[in-house]
């Protein structure tokens, strides 16, 4: 039961322009979202969340977009750098952001940024 | 930059066995998570530790797990008698409030049961 789906398992994108990661999920009960990332043998690294009474949140480079009508989240990054070559997962909450939540991860995209 | 520590960082043992995976979460942190991937799919959530209880758990955190906070500095996650299907990467985790700022995970111990 993929409650979070993130369907391209890699992406493959030029340095300097805008890499779009997507997901989407299932559950209308989340409520809160959130992007880590991850690279070979270490574990995830927080970039962004995004609440559901938002649509937008921004961080620097990274823009996460929220269309709650389609059940759809995507991050944003631009421009695209080597160092974001990595695992990026989408990750939802269903407790408002309370601490005790669990998250519900998806399967992750590979983005690979090319020089 | 305050970090979760996690040892070891690969253990290997017999099917039937117990191990223990040991986390050291940063100090003023109040929640505790433990999560797992096996290779290959997504990272799922085991179970979530809150002023010294378990606060939430899910369908893979059966009889077999438990989780302990021993000397108010360490986590521990036991798993008492191994099975094949226990062979993943298992994540620490500990956020200071609320999830919307984002857990620090640890780097994770690969445990591979033969």
Partial sequence: DQQVKQNSPSLSVQEGRISILNCDYTNSMFDYFLWYKKYPAEGPTFLISISSIKDKNEDGRFTVFLNKSAKHLSLHIVPSQPGDSAVYFCAASAGSGGGADGLTFGKGTHLIIQP | ?114
């Fill in chain 2, 1 to 114: 930059e305050p970090e979760v520590t996690q040892t070891p960082s690969h253990q290997v043992t017999q099917m039937g066995q117990e191990v223990i995976l040991r986390c050291v979460p940063i100090s003023n942190h109040l929640y505790f998570y433990w999560y797992r991937q096996i290779l290959g799919q997504k990272v799922e959530f085991l179970v979530s530790f809150y002023n010294n209880e378990i606060s939430e758990k899910s369908e893979i955190f059966d009889d077999q797990f438990s989780v302990e906070r021993p000397d108010g500095s360490n986590f521990t996650l036991k798993i008492r008698s191994t099975k094949l299907e226990d062979s993943a990467m298992y994540f620490c985790a500990s956020s200071s409030l609320s999830v919307n700022y984002g857990y620090t995970f640890g780097s994770g111990t690969r445990l591979t049961v033969v």
